[in-house]
């Protein structure tokens, strides 16, 4: 099976599912640049947040900070012509924060992705090692997407929220799971050199001002970094990440491994995804 031909009037439709407004910019944000600068229109490019990311902060209230997080996103996503949302459950509520798998999530992100027409999904990844560290949020948001992948292609699975074009007839996505520096796993299928997209990555980054200037600092008991210092620390994370794969140089890149969560890789799938 060859990968479709996709143009302007029928784009590519390409997915990043993640737990928090932040989690995008740390690990597929190069790729994704990448998609825009080689296909132009002829891609449609998609975030959505499993969780209202609302807890993370040590001084704002939650209801404040959602808002926030997701002015933040915005910002961000534009650099390269995304759009982002929160997750919608079945009841129409948002996740405030400790994402869980239950019908009411997956019968959301199974609306979702449908309803958007996804042709690639990019998800974090299951922790196979049971000492590594997991955060609740990165481990049930990559269950929910294991767990939905057969489901996306039953047409009555869930309650329906919308009916678009797209649902109809709709085939299961390739899903794509990226690496996860919070559990820091050693293994990859791809690893995609982003340099040529890299400091658009970088100012991606700096938008989620609550985030990278002032709540991580905080919970790792630092001050907040200047710019510079902001852009040594992001720098020094990708070359930890060759370190941990075994690539002994600084080139930044991101790594992914290709599931069969959804539907199998085709030809020509690893090339149309990754530029290097």
């Known amino acids: 099976m060859a990968t479709p031909v996709f143009s302007s009037e029928r784009p590519a439709k390409v997915l990043a599912i993640m737990p928090h ?3 995008f910019e740390f690990n597929v944000a190069g790729t994704f640049a990448q998609l825009r600068m080689r296909y132009g229109d002829a891609v449609e490019l998609k975030v959505i947040v499993t969780s209202k990311g609302a807890t ?3 001084e704002m209230e939650p209801d404040a900070l959602f808002p926030r997080r997701m002015e933040e996103a915005a910002r961000s996503a534009a650099l390269i012509g995304a759009s982002v949302e929160c997750l919608l459950q079945l009841d129409g509520t948002h996740v405030d924060a400790q994402v869980l798998v239950t019908r009411n999530l997956l019968g959301g992100l199974w609306n979702a992705i449908r309803g958007f027409g996804a042709h690639y999904v990019f998800a974090p990844p ?6 590594a560290a997991v955060h609740v949020d990165h481990e049930e948001t990559a269950r929910a997407v294991r767990l939905v992948g057969f489901q996306l292609g039953v047409a009555k699975a869930y309650p329906r929220l919308s009916t678009t074009a797209e649902d109809l007839g ?3 996505p390739l899903i ?3 690496d996860d520096g919070y559990n820091a796993e050693a293994v990859y299928d791809v690893a995609n050199s982003i340099g040529d997209t890299y400091p658009t990555k970088m100012e991606m980054a700096k938008c989620h001002v609550s985030q990278v200037f ?3 600092p905080f919970s790792r008991g630092e001050s907040p970094p200047s710019i510079g210092e902001f852009e040594l620390g992001f720098r020094a994370r990708h070359t930890r990440a060759n370190e941990r794969f075994g690539l002994d140089d600084e080139a930044p890149r991101e790594f992914f491994r290709i599931s069969n969560w959804g539907r199998r890789p085709a030809a020509g799938d690893i090339e149309w995804l990754f530029a290097n």
Do not use: I, N
């Open 21 to 23: 407004q932040d989690d």
């Open 56 to 58: 993370g902060h040590h």
């Open 126 to 131: 299951l922790v196979s090692d049971p000492m």
């Open 170 to 172: 709709y085939r299961p």
């Open 176 to 178: 794509v799971l990226c």
């Open 214 to 216: 002032e709540w991580l």
